[in-house]
Each structure stands twice: as C-alpha cells, then as structure tokens.
C-alpha cells in the first residue's frame, strides 16, 4: 500500500522539465500580452485546474480571476457553469472548448465550442491558456 507522504508527494518540475517550466512561461507572457480578454483566460485557466483536480493551480488561478475583475459569485459557479445563467456565449464557448480539449472522449467538441470565438480575434488565444 502507498504511503500519504508518497499520495501526497510532487513532482518538482523545476528540476525535472526546467525547460517545459520556461516554455509555460513563456506562454503566460504571450498570453498577457495577447488581445484574449484576461477575464476569460482566467476563466479557461481556473475551469482547466478544477478539471486537473490542482488545488494550487486551482488557489492560483481563482486570485488571478480575481484580479482581472472577475467576480466571487462566478467563481464559485464556475464548476457547473452549463447550469448557471451567469456566463455569456462567448464564455461558454470557450469553456466548452477547454473541456473538450481536456478530456475529448467524454466531452465530444460540440457546436458551443465554435461560434463566438471563431468570430472574433480570440481564435488562437484560448488554445494557448489550456495547460
């Protein structure tokens, strides 16, 4: 049986992919200067921890959405946002879309994937907030 320190233990990418590390970075400072609504990317981001099941990425995630405007009712919503009227198309595209990508045997890309971010400048910018 696996004790709850090695449950428990993580694995420091910093020394195993510093470079993956880099590049994520990387990312992030594109992703900052990119036209992509910092509310949603935040969005997306927090939706992509709770489905990784990462609690630090999760306490992240949910400070920066905070941050960027977002509010705490939201937030706390987020996790069951098909059920909540408080999330606007283009959110819930991009939502969908995340999901889709994350696990794409159970959430099949559906026609909300598509539509408002297809339409606008956004286009690239999601797929880079998936990680």
């Known amino acids: 049986m696996t004790s ?7 694995a420091d990418y910093r020394a195993l992919a510093p470079d993956a590390l880099r590049a994520l970075r990387a990312l992030g400072e594109h992703l900052d200067r990119s ?10 981001e927090l939706r992509v921890s709770q489905i990784n099941r990462c609690a630090f990425c999760c ?8 941050r ?3 509010t ?11 059920e909540s009227p408080l999330f606007e198309p283009r959110e819930r595209a991009a939502l969908a ?9 159970l959430r099949p890309p559906s026609a909300q994937c ?7 400048r ?4 999601p797929r880079g907030a998936v990680h």
């Open 4 to 10: 709850p320190v090695e449950l428990d233990a993580r």
């Open 35 to 44: 036209p992509l609504d910092q509310r949603l990317r935040r969005l997306v």
């Open 59 to 66: 306490g992240l995630h949910a400070e920066q959405a905070r």
């Open 68 to 70: 960027a405007g977002e």
């Open 72 to 82: 705490q009712q939201r937030l706390d919503v987020l996790a069951a946002w098909p």
């Open 97 to 105: 879309w995340a999901e889709a990508v994350l696990d794409p045997v």
């Open 114 to 120: 598509h539509g408002p971010l297809h339409r606008d």
């Open 122 to 125: 956004d286009v690239g910018a």
